[in-house]
């Protein structure tokens, strides 16, 4: 599966400079470059928390990656680097902690994506049917609800059919 971020647009978040420090283990000074092998897996790795989390109401991979999306995954990666050099920052551990409560909203359904189509190839129950995240009924409101109150007399909570009057 492809990443949600490049490494150029995480390079291009977070710099160079620090990129090439949480990646390089060599104090070879400014010749120095960030190992992008490092960091391919490491937005790899979080594109696939992301997925795990996204699942649960989407189909992952998703077909269009959301500025939100690409957000979590660059979080959840630089942490990943930086667990990797045993120097982690606190405004980092924060950011992913962050990232991950989102995450669970998300799974949760407090925070939808703003994606119309999702990707992949929809799960399928046992009778055939595709799921997708447009199955959701559609609440039941205005003249449409009227049949199912209309057997309410409205002063009480008694149905028509059964008047306690004339037995």
Do not use: C, H
């Amino acid at each position: 599966m492809a990443a949600y971020v490049t490494t150029a647009e995480y390079v291009a978040t977070f710099g160079a400079q620090e990129t090439t420090r949480i990646t390089n283990s060599s104090d070879s000074g400014s010749t120095a470059t960030y190992d992008s092998a490092k960091v391919d897996a490491a937005l790899e790795d979080s594109s696939e928390v992301v997925n795990g989390y996204a699942a649960r109401r989407y189909v992952t991979p998703l077909s269009s990656t959301p500025l939100i999306v690409k957000g979590w995954t660059k979080a959840l990666a630089r942490e990943a680097l930086y667990l990797n050099t045993g120097r982690m920052l606190d405004a980092v551990k924060d950011a992913a902690d962050r990232v991950r409560a989102q995450l669970r909203d998300l799974a949760l359904g407090n925070i939808n994506l703003p994606v119309d189509q999702v990707g992949g190839t929809p799960p399928t129950l046992s009778t055939g049917l595709a799921l997708t995240s447009n199955d959701r009924p559609t609440p039941v409101v205005g003249p449409a609800l009227d049949a199912f109150t209309a057997p309410f007399t409205g002063e009480s909570d008694v149905p028509r059919w059964r008047s306690t009057a004339g037995g």
